[in-house]
């Protein structure tokens, strides 16, 4: 049983590009569609295999032989096919590369997959070899590895399409599917014992009942276990999204040496994962490599001594039950859940193989659209009967229905998130707007402040006695040029305000800021409102130049019409933040004819009058002109500096203050001018701004809502 979304969306896209080809540090989006078409609809597939009174499969049963129902309400079948791989050819040899764009896990798959014709799989048996390296003894893997080179010798036919994945320190595709078993039998043979990375499970924090090896101190290996789990489900869970395109039924061989939960907290990382394989029609039979276990009070002979008296006690012997148990419970669970058969405490691992090829050689195919239409993620029992006398069927027993927003839980949410920063798609539902820039806070190591954007107007607020309420989620990461993270950042932003209708016609703003040297950059960020969990995302390349060999060292320019009181807990290295006041950067660069436009920047190592002596002082010129077209319409005074402002950065910093009044509503190029003059050296960046007539509101209300980290 499966849930096969299908959506189609045509989209007209106007981008507003003028305002950012002058503002090299600006990055804007912006879209109008003037027509969107959406057309969705989700069947669910389930699986029938039918046997006679003797245990044959019986295969000529017809659409019309079943009976369907979900919940108890009868349900129409809309789709009906047979899978036979007795069909195929005996000297048949085939490839496919449905895993070819493999994510890591715990990511989003890249990108929608391309779609495959059901005729390539047709009457294919599909199935994955995945061995959970992470917690595997080095004798486990040998035997894992051998009892899939048996399979590929002994047991595999041409209708078998293998594939072969692993997960060590993270989730590596070793081979896609084939049927060529030269290859698959190459791989196999790759595998050795130190492919388990070293992540076993770890201890608990106790030395009674440990081994005595002379150590006086056992660490606490419980969330570090936790997480282990954690990320084996992930990866689970990122096969089965990879294969979800695929209608056909497929299996999982999941090879292991049991899998631990601690308490609830893997318990939602298993239903999530339980759940995407339901969703991908991808059964999951689970093998535990330990095999057929002697558990032994005391320990075993090739271990060290236990101290304490706790081990040759009847509760230790009961201890050591449970804990076996609990780790195979794990993978009753998964297979339960997903249509397949755990195999447990048998030294046969040929069975596991046996019972996949027994389950999917002849099976039926059906489809149908629920009748109920809730998204609430609830678990919906499916019921299939055969009209004819004698007929046993097997099929799985039901499915969690997709949950929207609403009904997600916080972990689901947190994923989304998660998803969306790692997704290779950008997310357009909520409008989002970013600016950054660069300041120089030591030799190699700069501050670069990051402004995000949402338009007040796209966030829903609920009323809550005499405040309108709403948040906002951010996450973000930078990543170097080698795309590894370098900075990141998680935030939820709370907004109450005594009415939301001053919001609407104004801005939200977040801004945070990292530390980072010279070098070029790649941001993501991604911000959702929590009311009903629509997502924006930004990402954009930046570089923080290198300013040792340029003449003139100068920041980033900072546009901003509003300077607010600095919060306590305001990064020391933000040189926004000076005397206890913060500016706030202008993301848009749109002001009014009756605010203040406040301009920031800072100049570094100025020359040395008297021919560069140290203690001679310096002397730096600037001011701001405003050109429309090539005509200047207006200049401020000049300003000098002739002492560093910033001594322990080495920093002349400048803040003018212009009186917007004095100019027309318009579009403006803003050029800075800077002149280095005891070193004969100059800049003259340019940024844009729009500036409109101001409109007396007609019912006064406070600044704009900046939101400030």
């Known amino acids: 049983m499966t849930i096969l979304t299908h959506r189609r969306a045509c989209k007209y896209v106007a981008y507003l590009l003028q305002l950012g080809l002058l503002c090299p540090h600006l990055y804007l989006f912006s879209q109008a569609p003037d027509y969107t078409f959406h057309s969705e609809t989700e069947i669910v597939l389930v699986n029938v295999t039918a046997r006679d009174r003797a245990g044959n499969l019986v295969r000529n049963l017809q659409a019309g032989d079943f009976k369907l129902s979900e919940d108890g309400k009868p349900q129409a079948v809309v789709s009906f096919d047979v899978e036979n791989t007795d069909a195929v050819p005996a000297l048949d040899v085939a490839q496919a590369s449905p895993l070819a764009n493999l994510p890591p896990a715990g990511a989003a798959p890249a990108g929608n997959p391309k779609a495959v014709a059901s005729l390539q799989y047709k009457d294919r048996r599909l199935i994955v070899l995945k061995a959970g390296l992470s917690a595997m003894e080095p004798d486990e893997i040998d035997h894992a590895a051998t009892a899939a080179e048996n399979y590929v010798d002994k047991q595999m036919v041409p209708a078998d399409l293998v594939s072969v994945v692993s997960f060590g320190s993270s989730l590596q595709l070793n081979q896609d599917f084939t049927s060529d078993k030269a290859q698959l039998k190459k791989i196999l043979q790759s595998f050795n014992a130190g492919s388990g990375q070293g992540f076993e499970e770890g201890s608990t924090g106790t030395t009674e009942g440990t081994p005595d090896t002379g150590g006086s101190f056992s660490f606490d290996d419980t969330e570090y276990n936790v997480f282990n789990t954690d990320r084996r489900l992930e990866a689970l869970r990122s096969v089965s999204e990879q294969l979800a395109h695929i209608d056909q039924k497929k299996s999982l061989i999941y090879f292991s040496s049991g899998m631990d939960r601690t308490g609830i907290e893997n318990q939602s990382e298993l239903r999530s994962a339980a759940n995407a394989a339901v969703r991908a029609n991808l059964s999951i039979y689970t093998l535990d490599l330990r095999g057929l276990q002697a558990l032994v009070s005391g320990g075993e002979a090739q271990n060290a001594s236990l101290r304490g008296t706790s081990p040759y006690s009847g509760q230790s012997s009961l201890n050591a ?257 000076r005397d206890g006041s913060e500016i706030v950067p202008s993301v848009t660069h749109v002001f009014s004819t009756g605010q203040h436009l406040y301009l920031y920047y800072e100049v570094y190592d100025p020359g040395r009058e008297s021919g560069g002596n140290s203690k001679a002082g310096i002397r730096v010129l600037t ?72 409109t007396a509101p007609a019912n006064p209300g406070p600044p704009p809502a900046d939101v400030k980290r």
């Open 623 to 694: 001011n701001v002109a405003f050109f429309q077209g090539k005509v200047k319409v207006y200049e401020t005074p000049l300003v000098a500096s002739q002492e560093l402002s910033a001594g322990n950065r080495k920093a002349a910093v400048f803040q003018l203050d212009v009186a917007l009044t004095q100019l027309k509503p318009g579009f403006y190029t803003c050029q800075v001018n800077v002149i280095d003059d005891a070193a004969g050296h100059f800049l003259f960046p340019r940024l844009a701004l729009l500036l409109r007539a101001e």
């Open 321 to 577: 039950l449970n804990s076996n148990f609990t780790t195979q419970e794990t993978l009753v669970t998964l297979a339960g859940d997903t249509g397949g058969r755990a195999f447990l405490d048998s030294n046969d691992f040929s069975k596991v193989f046996k019972g996949v090829q027994d389950d999917t050689s002849t099976y039926y195919v059906l489809g149908y659209h629920s009748t109920n239409p809730a998204r609430d993620g609830h678990y919906r029992r499916i019921t299939v009967s055969v009209d004819r006398p004698g007929v046993k069927i097997e099929y799985r027993r039901g499915y969690y229905a997709p949950a929207d927003y609403k009904h997600a839980n916080k972990d689901d949410r947190e994923r989304q998130l998660e998803q969306e920063l790692s997704s290779d798609l950008p997310a357009t539902d909520l409008p989002l707007y970013l600016a950054s820039g660069y300041f120089r806070i030591g030799s190699d190591r700069f501050f670069v402040p990051v402004s995000l954007v949402v338009p007040g107007s796209e966030i829903p607020f609920v009323s809550n006695s005499s405040q309108d309420k709403a948040t906002l989620d951010v996450i973000g990461i930078v990543r170097d040029g080698n795309q590894r993270p370098v900075g990141n950042m998680r935030d939820t932003i709370k907004l109450a305000v005594n009415t939301s209708t001053l919001v609407k016609q104004k801005n939200v703003q977040y801004d945070s800021g990292f530390v980072l040297p010279a070098g070029k950059y790649h941001f993501k960020f991604v911000v959702r409102e929590n009311q009903t969990g629509r997502t924006g995302s930004f990402e954009t390349d930046f570089t923080v130049p290198e300013l040792k060999n340029q003449p003139l060292k100068m920041s980033s320019v900072v546009l901003a019409n509003q300077i607010q009181p600095a919060g306590k807990k305001k990064n020391a290295d933000n040189p926004l933040v």
